[in-house]
């Protein structure tokens, strides 16, 4: 049998240095996880704690946007939520409630906006299944599409909102977020897909499928990191 080659150090991947690395501390010859720093996301060492915090992302998110109007502000409550315990911040309910109290009417009119933008593709979409409307295909095509576009932008913008600057800025950003990354912004799209489709076909998976959307819309843009 043939030995097994490695790539040289140059020419490795982040994923091959990374578990050259993980492999240097287990067996000794290289730092120990305590003597390599925090790195990005110093919140996140264990994987069970992430995915208990990922579920209570999904809470905050579900909790929320219970008025339905206020789903903007739900996805924004659990990106920031998830976000300051991977930072190793403060992340109790006290955050999340004054995060909510600060940005609850700056929400209410995009969540106005999304809200009957989202029933007018629904109606589409059921209308043009049904048959009612001529060019019925064109119509739930040009509606599944259309429902899309609008959860990627309020996921990409639900991730740019913060209290202190608002919706307007975070819709700003939106364009330039897409631009900059459209195949994260596709990855955004089937992570809303997956969790509208999980929905539909068993409603109580709602809430992990929330907490998941929220850890994708953080996770997708650390690809381009990761390759830098």
């Known amino acids: 049998m043939a030995p097994s080659r490695r790539a040289p150090a140059g020419r490795r991947s982040p994923r091959q240095r990374a578990r050259a690395e993980r492999r240097e501390a287990l067996s000794g010859s290289g730092p120990v996880r305590s003597e390599q720093g925090p790195g990005r996301w110093p919140g996140a060492t264990g994987a069970f704690a992430l995915f208990g915090e990922v579920m209570v992302a999904g809470v905050v998110v579900l909790l929320v946007a219970l008025p339905l109007i206020t789903l903007p502000l739900a ?131 709602v809430l992990p499928g929330l907490g998941l959307l929220v850890f994708a819309s953080l996770a997708v843009p650390e690809r381009l990191l990761a390759r830098g």
Do not use: I, M
């Open 75 to 205: 996805l924004a409550l659990g990106v920031r939520h998830l976000r300051r315990y991977l930072l190793a911040e403060s992340h109790g309910v006290g955050e999340v409630l004054a995060d909510l109290r600060q940005g609850v009417l700056g929400s209410l009119l995009v969540g106005l906006v999304t809200l009957l933008l989202g029933t007018a593709l629904a109606l589409d979409v059921a209308l043009g299944t049904a048959g009612v409307l001529p060019g019925g295909r064109v119509v739930v095509v040009a509606g599944w599409v259309g429902l899309a576009v609008l959860g990627t932008v309020l996921v990409v913008a639900a991730r740019a909102w913060s209290p202190a600057t608002g919706w307007r800025a975070a819709l700003r950003a939106v364009p330039q977020e897409l631009g900059t990354d459209p195949v994260g912004a596709c990855y955004v799209a089937v992570a809303v897909g997956f969790v509208a489709l999980l929905t539909w076909q068993l409603p109580p998976l």
